[in-house]
């Protein structure tokens, strides 16, 4: 069975002049303006751009993501992994890693908490596995 993790970040930073962050969490992005959160989507998947593997392809695949927080303040590690989910799985689909993202070819997702960051930015492992096939 192939696999592969990566390590990505839990924000993002926007603007040319004046950098601004922006967490990715559920709670935070659904009080953006439409062209923050396509602004947020896009530069979260030029990140990916530069750390996924271009020579794999999964048909089918499962996800695991484990959350190391930058703080011990209380999150809900859905919030977290939810948006970093939706963003991350639109990149493995728009580099040709996997066909598509439902549930044809993605067969389960995790969410974890892993700890806290001693860097104390905040970031998550992410393991993309092949998965056996399994008609539904």
Same mark, same amino acid.
């Given at each position: ?14 603007g ?10 559920? *709670? ?5 303006? %439409?062209? =923050? ?9 030029? +990140?990916? #751009?530069?750390?996924?593997?271009t ?33 991350? *799985?639109d990149?493995?689909?728009?580099? %040709?890693? =996997? ?7 993605l067969?389960? +997702?995790? #969410? ?25």
């Amino acid at each position: 069975m192939k696999e592969f993790t990566i390590k990505m970040p839990i924000h993002v930073e926007l603007g040319k002049t004046k950098k601004k962050k922006y967490y990715l969490n559920l *709670n935070i992005m659904r009080n953006q303006v %439409g062209h =923050v959160i396509n602004n947020t989507k896009k530069e979260y998947k030029r +990140i990916a #751009y530069g750390t996924l593997p271009t020579n794999v392809y999964y048909e089918n695949y499962s996800l695991i993501y484990e959350l190391f927080l930058p703080n011990r303040l209380k999150r809900d590690v859905s919030n977290v992994c939810s948006v970093i989910d939706k963003f991350f *799985n639109d990149a493995l689909v728009e580099l %040709g890693i =996997v066909p598509e993202d439902n549930y044809h070819y993605l067969r389960q +997702i995790t #969410y974890k908490l892993g700890g806290y960051d001693e860097d104390r930015k905040g970031y998550v492992l992410i393991t993309v596995k092949e998965e056996d096939y399994e008609e539904m």
